[in-house]
């Protein structure tokens, strides 16, 4: 009985010892697992949320044409403007960065830079990117973001157009520009109803703040025919009037002689209508056309009773705008041949 007793005593001894060797071995563990953890801080918020993988994740970003991606990447406040910070307007564009390779980065407390290599509308392209720390993931990890300062602007010269086609985006034409992410080549142009304008593409790559894209309005195939149609109708409602020299109008005779009756006009060949531009103005270029007239009259100097029948060619030209979205002209002032006088302050009128 009294070995049994011993016995259970030197068991029960062995077991504790065991059991506390396990608990400061696990003890142990734990202080490792949070002195490695603490220590890999550092470097797995260098590598992992680094500034060198922010800016990769901004130019993949682009190279996907995802604006969205590539805007949580910036530093940027609050931006009004940005109907050119979309998918839309990064896709379709002439060229995007390809090939990227962040050389090195220089860390500086709480800012670094990046010098970035990329290929760009054909040739290879080096700058500098700047960043900013930010506390990130649970306080642990920073958060590196792209400093811009500011987004460079398409300094927009449009003509004819209140908004225009930048790469596959409709977006406005604001007088400030309008802000766009960089570097991207980006085309830019517009098709309205009455006019359009040649493609123009403008690289921005972030070195100038500004970059020009400056579009001239051309009158659409549509336009021309609408003034053709105008100039038509005007030259026929002139033909209606029944004096010498009808109102408004850009043909006429002016004669001494006394007429007895009306007259009548008649167009027999209309001006061959086409545009051009004319100091920032849309005109019908000088054409020539042919009224012709009869009526009765006296003569002056003999008294004799006389009939008229004769062509009176003229020169007709006008200037062309849109009103409420409709073209309207507006007859320049033209010369009368014969007998005829220049009025050269603008339209003819009744004599």
């Known amino acids: 009985m009294v070995g049994r007793g011993v016995s259970d005593e030197g068991t029960g001894t062995v077991e504790s010892e065991t059991a506390g060797r396990r608990a400061r071995r696990l003890a142990i563990a734990g202080l490792l697992v949070i002195v490695l953890t603490v220590a890999a801080v550092p470097v797995l918020g260098f590598v992992a ?18 604006a969205t991606a590539a805007v949580d990447r910036l530093l940027l406040g609050d931006v009004t403007d940005g109907w050119a910070l979309t998918d839309a307007a990064l ?99 517009f098709a309205e109803e009455w006019f359009r304008s040649d493609v123009q593409n403008a ?28 100039v038509r109708e005007h030259l026929e409602e002139c033909a209606t009037a029944t004096t010498l020299m009808p109102a ?31 100091r920032r103005r849309l005109v019908t270029e000088p054409a020539e056309g042919t009224a012709h007239i009869t009526g009765h009259y006296r003569d ?18 006008a200037s062309v705008s849109i009103v409420d979205g409709q073209p309207r002209i507006q007859p320049l002032a033209a010369s009368l041949s014969g007998d005829a006088s220049t009025d050269d302050g603008g339209n003819l009128g009744e004599r």
């Open 300 to 317: 002056i100097v003999t008294a004799a009773q006389m009939d008229i029948d004769e062509d009176v060619p003229f020169t007709f030209t």
């Open 203 to 230: 690289v921005v790559d972030g070195t100038a703040p500004e970059v020009e894209v400056r579009l001239a309005a051309e009158p659409t195939d549509r336009l021309l025919t609408e003034v053709q149609r105008l």
């Open 91 to 189: 896709q379709g564009a002439p060229s995007l960065p390809t090939r990227v390779n962040v050389t090195h980065v220089e860390v500086d407390g709480d800012t670094a830079t990046a010098h970035v290599r990329y290929d760009l509308a054909g040739t290879t392209r080096s700058q500098d990117v700047a960043l900013v720390r930010r506390t990130g993931l649970w306080g642990l990890f920073p958060e590196w973001l792209i400093d811009p300062g500011q987004l460079p602007r398409l300094d927009l010269v449009v003509d004819g157009a209140s908004t225009l086609h930048l790469n596959s985006a409709d977006v406005p034409v604001p007088r400030e520009g309008l802000p766009v992410l960089y570097p991207v080549e980006y085309s830019a142009g």
């Open 248 to 278: 408004g109008c850009t043909f006429g005779l002016d004669s001494v002689n006394e007429f007895q009756d009306d007259v009548q006009w008649e167009i027999v060949e209309y001006p061959d209508v086409s545009l051009s531009s004319e």
């Open 49 to 66: 949320y680094g500034p060198a993988r922010t800016v990769s994740a901004y130019f993949g970003a682009l190279e996907r044409g995802d």
